[in-house]
Structure formats: structure tokens, C-alpha cells
């Protein structure tokens, strides 16, 4: 059942970031110079239709409870990916007062993709690597 | 009041349509092929242990707390942790040696159990005196160039007695 | 060939048309991609998504009406289905023949709209809600440009009463001259194509649904699973049935009598709309939703009135 795997539809939330990184995810999606629709992904607006949630942003106080009720409605299997250096490990703004931690504190992880911003083919690389773990979670899951 | 918004103007961007599809996509190939990379992208640190001295001065200015240097007997270990480097090039900047560079390796994408050790370690040792036998760092080659630039002999005494036997020896040089 | 249960199942309706229909939506994609000097991706993208929908789990939200909300899709579905297996091809598929097979065209042609709508109102979000009364508002007006485009044709066919029958529209024309060559019926292939748009909710009519701007996908924003694959699956077999209402009444050309060829024939003829449908898609912007009922309201009923007007007027021999 490998095919399942060629057509992922991705959902992008922003947990408070300086939207450095989101404009490389806007950037791998819809300029044409980095086009993701080749490997069959497509941008969906709610995340009941997602396979790959991409996360940016150290998770604000404020942007907690907003994420947890997305992390709630995601159907199973999906992978998460954390893009950038904030929810993987906060970066610079570790043991701020207004900074909930990484992001594994929440769900569990699968892909971290690290930089400042990352740039778009490191994007793409986390991306297909998500998608062999997602083929895993298929195949434990029947 | 709204003239142009009405979805009639299409006339500009048919043109352009049309044009792209005689000359075909603009899409860069990667992951399929290979792609441009430019000379002075940030990407991974490198540590060259020969030039490192372990004076902490990274470990200082870094903003996001990724370096560490830690002594172990009588080896320094600096371990860098890219999972939480943010790629701003202050220990480049800041390095007196020039031991620690940004190279352009862009490939940062890691899986979860590999998070902890996505690492690279450097190991720097200290040396023997030859005349007290006591341990200590000394100073490495771009360093000396750096603080003697005109000197030619006695800087290699640098490399092989620890400061006192140094000093010592300045003293009975100059004294007997 | 004569309709039989076959004909319902697996050739023109059923297997047939559905992945036909995938089809010709990832070439639909593929073509805006080119346009916007993308890549795009593989041609049987959509067969994919399909299957991967299926092997997914189904959440319910808590405050949705649990009995519509699983089983709106299917009106939709079904009735495309039914319309699939009805219309006849062109030299390939009679149909099942009848005398009032235009009557039930425009009827079935809304039920899509209605499970959307339904769909829609039985999810508890805020988001739906919008795009259900934006859905609502449109639909009046493009469904009444297709009752009078559907109604102009009727009348000019039976010389001033009504003929309903769809192989008697499709026998006038082969006797004499399609319809696309005849200047009085300009105005009404215009406004077919206008409706075509929007019915399919393509840019730039767009607002009711998928544009991700202010509303988020719509009316499908608490689907997924398995109900969500029956409402793209809808969705590719209205493309298939607006293919081949545009060749009953406007180029029914028969080549020979071979049912291959036709077969071969109706899929360029296709491809022709498919064209003109990612054109429009990759230049337009899309409309806001006052704007395009406004312009609903003008262009296209008043070029179908025109060819009502014109054709009155040819049967009554003034023109």
C-alpha cells in the first residue's frame, strides 16, 4: 500500500514565530521555483483533512490552547513535523516566562528541521522523510 | 468605485500564461536533481580542533546556548548541539583563532530519535612540558601568527614549555 | 448500446465515469500548473487521494447532527450516478430513452448543491454556516440560467412546443446543423460556459468554497475519511456530465459508426472544455460574494434571455 503515500495533504499552523519560517513553507508551495505539488502534496485548509501537520513557532502562552484542540482533531496516522529551530528546542528564547516549551511536550515529534529559517530544499528533505515514517505508521496500523 | 477589480483585466496575465507554456516550467529539481547552492549560505558549524585553544569565547557570545565545553581528565571537549543553533555566526565572528567556520551544508533535516544526537564533538588535548612535566594548552599556530606576527625564532618555545619553565627561562636568558 | 444494469455499474456510468473523472481533474491541475509555470503533478493524482481517503479514520464533531452529517454525501452521489447512466453519448450510448429526459437533467443537475448545503448545516462550525448561505445565495441564479438555456433549446426544437426529449434534440441537430454554428444560440453557449464555472466553483467563482483566505474550505471543514472521498467523487463526476451535456446540446458529431472512434472523439471533445476550464482557473481572480452575484445576475441571464428572445422570434418567422 505504498501508493497512499504519494499524495500527503499538508496543514500549517503558526504557534507565535516571527513568520521567517512560514514564508519558506508559503514559498515551497506555491512559487514555482520550489514546487511541492510534484511529489503530490497539496495545502489544505482544515486540519480534519490533514496527513502532515507542519508546526512553527515556540509555543506561545498564548497560542497553547489553540494548538491543543488541533492536535485533537487530526485523524489517524499522521506525522508531525517541526520546522525551524523554535519548536524543536525553543532556540533563543529558552526559559523565557512566555514560552511553553518544545513542542515535545505535546504530541510526539517525528521530523525536526532545524535552521533559521530552514531553507526550502531542507524543507523538502523533512518533508520526504515524513512521508517514509508515514508509510511505517500505515503498514503498524492494519 | 471598484473598476479594475471585476476580473475582466485577464488579458495581462494570459499573456504570461501563454508564455509559460511554451517555454516550459521554471521549477528547480531538487529533490530530483541537483540544485544551486551559494558560497556564503550559514549552514552546519565545522570545529578545527588543531586551531581551537579552548578559551570559551564561542560558549560566551552564542545567543541560543548550543556550545559547550567540557573538561574531561586532561581533554577539553566542545560539543556543539545543531538542534538549537539559530545560525547567526557570532562564534565565527567572535573566534580569535578562526577555529569555528559556517560551512554551506544545508541538509538539517533530522528524525526524532536522532534529535540528541545530532551533535558534533571536537576534541582538543592538552600537552606535556618538556622540562616540568606538568600539563597545559598551548596556544595554537593561527593564534601565535595573530598575537607575534613579526616574530620568527623563540615562538615555537610557545608550543613546547608551560609558562612558568617559559618564564624561567626568559629570566635566566637575561640574568646569567 | 441499450441502458442495462451493466451500463450502470461499469461502462458509460459508474467505473467508467468515475475514473474518467479523477482523470480529468488531475489533468485539470496539471494544466494550471503549466500555466503558472509550475510542474504540477502525476495524471492519476486525484485515483490516489481517493484511496488514501479511504484508509483514514472518520471524526464526527460533538454538536453535529450525527444522522445528515454522515449520509449527506450521497445525494449528490447518487444523483450523479443516475445522471451518468441517463444521458446519452453521442455514438457511443443510447441512454436510457425517454421522453422528458430534460426535465430530469435540470432537476438532478442541483442535487450536488443540495448535499453541499445539507453537509454543510449539519456541521457545527461557524465556517460552514457562512459558506452555506453564500452556496444558497449563488445557486438561485446559476440554476436559473441552465432552466433557460435548457427551455430555449426545448422550444426551438419542437418549432414552438416543447420538445423534452434529449435524442430528438440531438437528432434536429444532425439534420440540421449543430447548434454551435447557428448565430441565434451564441449568446446561450456563452452563458453555458459561464454556468459551467460556476457550477463547478472554479476561480473566479470561487467563493463559496476551498479559497482559504476567509473561510477555509467551506462547507468541508469538519469532514474527512470516508464521506470527504464521496464528495470528490461527486465532484469528478460532474465534470464527466458536463462534458456530455455540452456535446448533446451543442456538437453532438458522430464520426461514422464505430463505437471506439466515437468513444476516442468524445474524449478530445472533452479535453477542449477541460482547456478552457484551467484557462479561466489560472487567469481570474476570484470574485467576493456581492460581486458575483451581481454579475450572475447580469451577464449570464441576460445573454440567455437574448437567445430566448431570438429564437421566439425565428419560430414566429420574423427573423
Redesign the interface.
Known amino acids: 500500500m505504498s501508493i497512499i503515500t504519494r499524495s500527503p495533504f499538508l496543514f500549517r499552523i503558526n504557534t507565535g514565530s516571527c513568520n521567517g519560517c512560514d514564508v519558506e513553507l508559503a514559498t515551497t508551495a506555491m512559487i514555482p521555483r520550489y514546487d511541492v505539488e510534484r511529489l503530490g502534496c497539496r495545502y489544505t485548509g482544515s486540519p480534519k483533512h490533514a496527513d502532515i501537520l507542519l508546526v512553527t513557532g515556540p509555543i506561545t502562552a498564548r497560542s497553547k490552547p489553540y494548538l491543543l484542540e488541533v492536535l485533537d482533531e487530526l485523524p489517524r496516522p499522521f506525522v508531525v513535523v517541526a520546522v525551524g529551530t523554535c519548536p524543536t528546542s525553543c532556540g533563543i528564547f529558552r526559559d523565557s516566562y512566555a514560552i511553553e516549551g518544545p513542542l515535545d511536550k505535546y504530541i510526539q515529534v517525528d521530523v525536526n528541521v532545524p535552521g533559521c529559517p530552514p531553507r526550502p530544499q531542507a524543507i523538502i528533505d523533512g518533508v520526504a522523510k515524513a512521508l517514509e515514517i508515514w508509510k511505517q505508521k500505515i503498514r503498524d496500523m492494519k | 468605485m471598484e473598476t479594475k477589480n471585476k476580473g475582466y483585466e485577464m488579458s495581462g496575465f494570459l499573456k504570461i500564461a501563454i508564455r509559460n507554456l511554451l517555454k516550459g516550467p521554471t521549477t528547480d529539481p531538487y529533490p530530483f536533481g541537483e540544485t544551486f547552492v551559494p558560497e556564503n549560505l550559514r549552514g552546519r558549524l565545522s570545529v578545527e580542533a588543531s586551531a581551537c585553544t579552548a578559551c570559551g569565547t564561542c560558549e560566551e557570545v552564542c545567543p541560543s546556548g548550543a556550545i559547550h565545553i567540557t573538561k574531561n581528565g586532561s581533554v577539553y571537549l566542545h560539543t556543539v548541539w545543531y538542534n538549537t543553533c539559530c545560525y547567526c555566526g557570532n562564534c565565527e565572528f567572535f573566534c580569535p583563532t578562526g577555529a569555528i567556520k559556517l560551512t554551506n551544508n544545508f541538509h538539517t533535516a533530522n528524525t526524532e530519535e536522532e534529535k540528541f544526537k545530532f551533535i558534533t564533538v571536537a576534541t582538543i588535548s592538552e600537552i606535556e612540558c618538556e622540562i616540568c612535566k606538568k600539563k597545559f594548552m598551548p596556544p595554537s599556530e593561527e593564534l601565535l601568527k595573530r598575537a607575534y606576527p613579526n616574530m620568527v625564532k623563540g615562538v615555537e618555545n610557545f608550543r613546547t614549555l608551560c609558562p612558568d619553565c617559559r618564564r624561567k627561562q626568559a629570566f635566566e636568558r637575561l640574568h646569567k | 448500446m441499450s441502458a442495462n444494469i451493466l451500463n450502470f455499474f461499469i461502462f458509460p456510468g459508474g467505473l467508467f465515469a468515475v475514473f474518467f473523472g479523477l482523470i480529468l481533474i488531475s489533468i485539470e ?1 496539471i494544466m494550471v ?10 495524471f492519476y ?1 486525484n485515483v ?2 481517493i ?2 481517503l479511504f ?5 464526527i464533531p460533538k454538536d453535529a447532527k450525527d444522522f445528515v452529517f454522515k449520509f449527506a454525501p450521497l445525494f449528490g452521489f447518487s444523483g450523479m450516478l443516475v445522471l451518468v447512466y441517463f444521458l446519452p453519448v453521442p455514438g457511443v450510448y443510447e441512454g436510457a430513452k425517454g421522453d422528458y429526459d430534460l426535465v430530469i437533467l435540470i432537476y438532478f443537475m442541483a442535487l450536488p448543491a443540495i448535499s453541499h448545503i445539507l453537509g454543510g448545516g449539519a456541521s457545527s462550525s461557524p465556517y460552514a454556516a457562512i459558506s452555506v448561505s453564500r452556496e444558497l445565495k449563488l445557486m438561485l441564479v446559476y440554476e436559473f440560467v441552465f432552466i433557460v438555456i435548457g427551455f430555449t433549446l426545448a422550444i426551438y426544437v419542437g418549432h414552438g412546443n416543447g420538445e423534452f426529449s434529449l435524442k430528438k434534440i440531438m437528432d434536429y441537430q444532425m439534420q440540421n446543423g449543430y447548434f454551435l454554428f447557428d448565430w441565434k444560440l451564441w449568446p446561450a453557449f456563452i452563458a453555458f460556459l459561464i454556468f459551467v464555472l460556476a457550477t463547478l466553483e472554479v476561480p ?1 467563482f470561487e467563493v463559496a468554497h ?1 479559497n ?1 483566505a476567509d473561510i ?2 467551506g462547507y ?6 470516508a464521506p ?1 472521498a464521496l464528495f470528490e467523487i461527486t465532484d469528478a463526476l460532474k465534470i464527466v456530465v458536463l462534458s456530455v451535456v455540452f456535446q448533446i446540446f451543442f456538437f453532438p458529431n458522430v464520426i461514422g459508426g464505430d463505437v471506439v472512434v466515437n468513444l476516442l472523439w468524445f474524449i478530445v471533445k472533452t479535453m477542449f472544455l477541460v482547456v478552457f476550464i484551467s ?1 479561466a482557473h ?4 476570484s ?1 467576493r460574494a456581492d ?1 458575483e452575484f451581481k ?1 450572475l445576475i447580469k451577464v449570464p441571464v441576460m445573454l440567455s434571455l437574448t437567445s430566448l428572445v431570438l429564437v421566439i422570434l425565428s419560430i414566429k418567422g420574423l427573423i
Not at chain 3, 220 to 225: A, F, K, N, P, V
Not at chain 3, 282 to 285: D, E, M, P, S
Open positions: 491541475r500548473a503549466r500555466f503558472q509555470g509550475r510542474v504540477g503533478p502525476v493524482q490516489i487521494d484511496v488514501k484508509n483514514k479514520e472518520t471524526l473566479p476551498h482559504h477555509m474550505e468541508l471543514i469538519e469532514y474527512s475519511g470527504l484557462l489560472a487567469c481570474l481572480a470574485f460581486q454579475f
